[in-house]
């Protein structure tokens, strides 16, 4: 499969405690996206890089997220002293060179008790 | 951000076309009109994207009106497989996508 990979699909955390989720792209595509979604709406832009410059977040993006693109390669979604308001579905997705086609990954669903 | 308008939820039988509008009443001239579908459990799925003129796709067809104001999202043919939520966005270059909350496609057998 060559698609966006994201891990784990599913994460169960106590209040507080720290996460973080992975996202490997699509092979050479050199623009990634993470998302949130809740139940019965839309996916949310959380933020996006280039390579690995961070060149864009939301304001949905507080002090307690933050995000990583080390290499321009794999990306992860980082989320300090959960909430939970933080439980969602976090999506990724990755967009080639020259093209505006997102590609989507599977998501990480988040469950904050 | 450009603003889009969907039915909550449609029905179609099985084998039949399905026509999914959306309206988009304040778009700019240098707005794409972008669908995406959302399977169950999966994460959205680009469908087609147009700028004027209409366009197909293996997918499906894209028509847009000739003032651009709306657009219809055509399946030829329904299938189980195409119930899914649909989300109509309007986008311009160097802009994020924003989703909407779509409309929920049943597909009845």
């Known amino acids: 499969d060559t698609g966006v990979s994201q891990d784990p699909r599913h994460k169960i955390t106590k209040r507080g405690q720290n996460v973080t989720f992975r996202c490997d792209p699509i092979?050479?595509?050199?623009?990634l996206y993470w998302y949130r979604q809740t139940l019965g709406q839309g996916p949310e832009f959380l933020t996006y890089f280039q390579n690995e410059a961070q060149l864009e977040k939301s304001r949905l993006l507080s002090d307690r997220f933050s995000a990583e693109r080390p290499k321009g390669s794999f990306s992860t979604l980082e989320i300090q002293r959960t909430e939970q308001g933080d439980s969602a579905m976090y999506l990724c997705a990755s967009t080639p060179r020259g093209e505006s086609i997102q590609y989507f990954g599977a998501g990480t669903r988040l469950s904050v008790l | 951000d450009a603003k889009t308008t969907q039915p909550n939820s449609m029905e179609s039988n099985e084998e039949e076309p399905v026509h999914l509008p959306c309206n988009h009443s304040t778009i700019s001239g240098t707005d794409y009109i972008h669908w995406y579908r959302q399977l169950p459990s999966q994460g959205p799925e680009y469908v087609i994207h147009g700028l004027t003129s209409n366009v197909n796709n293996r997918m499906a067809s894209l028509a847009i009106a000739e003032d651009r104001k709306s657009s219809t999202l055509i399946l030829h043919r329904a299938t189980l497989r195409d119930a899914a939520v649909y989300y109509c966005?309007?986008?311009?270059?160097?802009?994020?996508?924003?989703f909407g909350p779509g409309t929920r496609l049943s597909v009845l057998p």
């Open positions: 966005i309007l986008r311009n270059y160097g802009q994020n996508f924003v």
């Open positions: 092979s050479e595509h050199n623009r």
